[in-house]
């Protein structure tokens, strides 16, 4: 259905290349220099991060809904900014975005079948008396029967919302998906048939996406690169399944070690965070991670560490990365001083750790190299 | 049991959206509460808190707490239970704050309706931020300037303030970061373990449940379906309802595009 993206005999063009991305939002620097790639369908990149880390303004920014303050964003080796008339329209077909909460993307007076009309309308893709009737095959796609056309959007669940949400943006066929947060106003059961309808169509459609999320499970099942964002800038990046699996930042590690899980035997040494992520107006000097972080040592407040490569296809920013790789964080496991007062450290391991989960095969091998 | 409820229905007209059998906290107990979307976990809520019927709703069976019956207990006695003996937050912290009033005039504000005087509801104020790890200075911010994390915690210092002996936490952690999440549900686990509080921890998130929870009740279409111990609900469910909502909990490890 979907043409296979263009990547020719020589070295593969990226679909989505990023590099030193800077957004700005007055005087805070909500995206500060991040660099990332995301290879041709089907193909999942993972941003995770906490409230105010950037991964959404990043989504919004490829998507062009943000304007740009410096760096460059290239879609099929075109600088996406510079585009403009028919390419640019173009680049709106072929990049995409599905949000958060479907109750505020769909129109609550237009019913469901001509929501998703509307864009296969807007850009052409068929002739206007074949919109609903191709409209209800998107729908189908999504898993929801023609008599879903007829209805508004408050007479669905969240889950079904956001179902013609996603038949809304699969309507032009588009290559890149930017898909942010598409679950975290769902419950557990409606958020796994979405999880599942996402896996079903980057096969069946070939798709690239950019998953925006801050559930770590999420990107365990549908990415297979993941870069972990902190204040605005990527502070480590690698195959997802090996990157949860043995982190090298003591961020990601904490990130890691906050997920709740069912199996005892799954759940991590706790790292306990102290405090808030600074303010993105007043970044703290060297590291931004240092004012929170268990292991900083005082070249962390001077000297900004630089996003390198520890391990093949992994790229971390900690000066102490392989110190965390090779088990340091535990060694240094004495109580840190914080402001926590009642179970007060910053270390603690609540049950014993287990290495994690084994690392899936279709997680990394080909894919390993498609992130810088 | 510090709070048991028997027998418990909520009906709205002809249709019951809560019957429920069983469900008891002891002191110093976290029991779960689990259940997707529209199973009734809410409504529960509602009527332990007495305020079922002003969403409509009507309320019959056994609610209670340390022995007294609440149900039919009128609005005005309800006042003194509601907040004072059995404190509620929800999943937005900031729906529990007017955005126009600095957070600690809410908090003020609700000890003394309590009865404190100013000077006691000043000082329980400012012991209970402590309480909950936060710098009492944030007590003159407003909603805006705190963190989702700072302000649920704030939340749950008003009820610790008023010495509740029961909080009832709906979806607390729904909206949080994973990180702000980890807080606080080892918040809670503390006020259980050094106040000797009673938590109903409803969520729909199993995996949540099973980190923090002494028991687990998993709840569909308004009925109980399955109770127990967490470690035996979650490793052994005896339900095929409990299975299914095991299995669409994300985890870590599952294997990059599947």
Known sequence: ???????????PTPLLEITDLAVRFGPVRAVDGVSLRLAGGPFGLGLVGESGSGKTTIGRAVVRLVPVAGGQIRFEGKDVGALRGPALAGYRRAAQIVFQDPDNSLDPRIRVGASVAEPLIAHRVVARRLAAARARELLAEVGLGPEFAGRYPHQLSGGQRQRVAIARALSVQPRLLVLDEPTSALDV?????????????????NLAYLLIT????????????????????????????????????????????????????????????????????????????????????????TEVPALRRVRPARLVACHRAEEVLAGAMEAAGQPLSSSRE??????????????????ADSGDGPHADRLR | MRLAITGLQ?????????????????????????GESGSGKSMTTLAVLGLANTVGARVDGSI???????????????????????????????????????????????LRLHGMTK???????????????????????YPSQLSGGQLQRVAIALALALRAEVLLADEPTSALDVTVQAEVLELLRDLRDQQGMSVLFISHDLAVVAELCDRVAIMQDGRIVEQGPTGQVVTAPASPYTAGLLAAVTRLGAGGGR
């Open chain 1, 189 to 205: 059961n409606a958020q796994a048939r979405i999880l599942a309808l996402i896996a079903r169509l980057r096969a069946d459609r």
């Open chain 2, 64 to 110: 209670r707490l340390d022995g007294t019956e609440l149900t039919g207990l009128s609005q005005r006695e309800m006042r003194a239970v509601r907040g004072r003996r059995i404190a509620a937050i929800f999943q937005s912290p900031a729906l529990a704050f007017s955005p126009v009033f600095r957070v600690g005039s809410v908090v003020h504000r609700a």
């Open chain 2, 119 to 141: 000077a006691e509801a000043a000082a329980a104020a400012q012991r209970a931020m402590r309480q909950v790890l936060l710098p009492p200075g944030l007590l003159d911010r």
């Open chain 1, 214 to 301: 801050h559930n770590l499970g999420i990107v365990s099942e549908l990415c297979e690169q993941t870069a972990v964002l902190y204040l605005g800038r990527v502070v480590e990046s690698g195959a997802t399944s090996e990157l949860l699996s043995t982190p090298a930042h003591p961020y990601t590690r904490a990130l890691r070690s906050a997920v709740p899980a069912i199996d005892i035997a799954a759940r991590s040494a706790r790292v306990v965070l102290p405090g808030e992520p600074p303010d993105a107006t007043s970044p703290p000097p060297g590291c931004v991670f240092h004012p929170r972080c268990p292991i900083a040592v005082d070249r962390c407040a």
């Open chain 1, 342 to 359: 009642a179970g007060a450290s910053g270390l603690a391991a609540e049950g014993s750790r287990s290495p994690g989960p084994a690392p």
């Open chain 1, 1 to 11: 259905m979907t043409p296979l993206p263009e990547r020719g005999g020589r070295a």
């Open chain 2, 10 to 34: 909520v009906s709205f007209g002809d249709r019951r959206v809560v019957d429920l059998a069983e469900l008891a906290i002891a002191e110093a107990e976290i029991v779960g509460l689990a």
